[in-house]
């Protein structure tokens, strides 16, 4: 890497220094900073960004998406470690596969949907050269989850929804969470808990994911 870009960007140092950052943003669960110090996410972006891929910024992948900010992606994946198993993880939306190789640090298992087949293509090939073999994917609408590979420990949903469905919820284990951004003009975080075949929910702060979209295009 350090040829094209300059070792500065990418190396290990500027990671830690993203790391320090969300430290400093009240980020404190040390395995997820580990994780996010473990995976490069200059990998996650086009080439003509990765000299901006450790500033704490939500950058474009194409297709009208967006690879989440990290400060998200740490707060989504603490949430999630702090309150229970990881032993198997669902992820709706996977964009550019970021979340799902932070999560594959720290999860037995991680499942993950992704709409945009084009995007999924590209997310396989990192995790294959990353050597993530614990991610499962699969193109298709994740509005229904995956009942086969299910029930989950945790789903994490990284596209914003007008509501939580049931069928999330269903696939869900006992003491199973779901963190989701809902809303459609302002949206904000949920985490949802299933206990005793209740199921709670508590509203987080504010967040601005892009859309859960109807449908799987090519
Ligand atoms: N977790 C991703 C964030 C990607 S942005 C990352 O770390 O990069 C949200 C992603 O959700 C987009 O790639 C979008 O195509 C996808 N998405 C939107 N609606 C969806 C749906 N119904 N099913 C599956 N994926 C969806």
């Known amino acids: 890497m350090s040829g094209v870009l300059g070792a500065g960007m990418t190396s290990q140092r500027t990671r830690t220094r993203l790391i320090e950052r969300l ?40 297709h009208g998406q967006t690879i989440s900010q990290p400060y998200i992606v740490a707060r989504m994946t603490a949430l999630l470690r702090q309150t229970g198993s990881l ?7 996977t964009g550019s596969g970021y979340q799902a190789a932070v999560l594959a640090h720290l999860a ?18 990192r995790f294959a050269s990353l050597n993530l073999q614990n991610i499962h994917c699969r193109h298709t609408d ?3 989850g995956w009942a086969e ?15 939580v469905p049931e069928v999330w919820l269903g696939q869900l ?13 302002s949206q904000a975080l949920l985490l949802y808990r ?23 295009v090519v």
């Open 23 to 62: 430290r400093a943003q009240g980020i404190a669960d040390e395995p997820t900073l580990q994780a996010i110090g473990a995976v490069p996410r200059h990998l996650f972006v086009d080439e003509a960004l990765a000299s901006r891929a450790y500033e704490d910024t939500a950058l474009p992948i194409g």
């Open 87 to 93: 032993a198997k993880v669902l992820e709706i939306g």
């Open 108 to 125: 037995g298992h991680i499942y993950t949907v992704e709409r945009v087949g084009a995007l999924l293509r590209v997310a396989r090939k």
């Open 142 to 144: 994740g509005s229904s």
């Open 149 to 163: 590979a299910g029930p989950f420990d945790a789903i994490i949903v990284t596209a914003a929804a007008r509501e």
């Open 173 to 185: 284990r006992e003491n199973g969470r779901l963190v989701a951004p809902v809303g459609i003009a």
């Open 194 to 216: 299933r206990h005793g075949g209740e199921i709670s929910c508590e509203e987080l702060e504010g967040v601005n994911f892009v859309p859960l979209l109807p449908g799987g």
